[in-house]
């Protein structure tokens, strides 16, 4: 059927250069392949190839060429420049949230934690190139939200919390952080119903409603090492924009490890309409 015209008069009109056969709709003379119309459509390469890259560079821990070479040896598909490997990456991240929030569960409503790492990005106002790079996860150690900003304050914190996108977690019984203020500042003003923790390494004991909760900022310093051994390949980001885009890519690529597992959710990538 012609995705233009709906129409089921064509015939075959020669094959593409990634081998797709190529139709001509008689009705409206339009040309068609069985990917137009679809998500995959305009690329040169099949979806399994533009996902196996995608899925080594935020699962394998894998830079640029890394992927491409390994594609090369063990796909046979040879692709010449790192540009199409981010230009798949910008095709995959719509199709990343679509699939992710059809299936996403809930996230932990005891406490969630929020800390920052450094990383290297061009544009950057300091002297070395820094920015920051503020995750915010929970109990059940999901990424909730993630933020790279050139600064570290109180806006970072504001912008960082209004990612998160589940409403019907946005009221946690217990919120950990160190004892920076602009921290102490925003979650008091954006959480009021929300105990603050403002704890450390050694931890902190807290009472509540005859309960008792022993909170430290532990776990979530074991997650930001896994985020900086993710970032070590790659040496920094270009730009702000791009820092933003992958690193949400990354928090996506995580949660859905824990909640349905990688090979469930590039299935579900490959198989979109």
């Known amino acids: ?9 064509f015939v075959r009109n020669g094959v593409k250069a990634n081998g797709l056969q190529n139709y001509k709709c008689s009705a409206c003379e339009r040309q068609f392949t069985p990917r137009s119309g679809s998500f995959w459509a305009g690329m040169r390469y099949p979806q399994q190839i533009i996902l196996g890259c995608v899925a080594l560079k935020f699962i394998g821990r894998a830079s640029y060429q890394a992927c491409l070479t390994l594609l090369e040896v ?8 790192t540009n199409t490997a981010w230009q798949w990456v910008q095709k995959c991240e719509t199709a990343f949230e679509t699939v ?24 950057s106002t300091s002297k070395r190139g820094h920015a920051y790079i503020i995750v915010v996860s929970d109990n059940k150690s999901n990424i909730l939200a993630i933020e790279v900003s050139t600064k570290r304050d109180t806006h970072a914190v504001e912008r960082t919390l209004a990612k998160i996108v589940d409403e019907e ?3 946690p019984k217990f919120f950990v ?15 009021p119903n929300t105990t603050n923790v403002a704890t450390g390494i050694r931890g902190k004991t807290v ?15 074991r997650l930001n090492g896994t985020i900086q051994s993710w970032l070590r390949p790659m040496k920094g980001f270009k730009s702000l924009e791009s ?7 990354y928090r996506i690529c995580h949660t ?11 299935g579900r990538l490959a198989s979109l309409p």
């Open 207 to 221: 009472h509540r409603k005859r309960k008792r909760y022993r909170f430290t900022i532990n776990p979530h310093e």
């Open 100 to 123: 992710h929030r059809s299936y996403r569960k809930s996230y932990g409503r005891l406490s969630w934690r929020v800390d920052e790492i450094f990383c290297r990005c061009r544009g």
């Open 169 to 171: 977690a946005r009221d």
């Open 177 to 191: 952080s160190d004892k920076w203020k602009p921290y102490r500042e925003t979650i008091g003003f954006n959480f």
């Open 74 to 81: 063990l796909r046979g598909a040879h692709v010449g420049s």
């Open 243 to 249: 820092a933003n885009r992958m690193m949400n890519m």
């Open 1 to 9: 059927m012609c995705p233009w015209c709906s129409s089921h008069r």
């Open 256 to 266: 859905t490890k824990r909640q349905m597992g990688h090979v469930e959710f590039f």
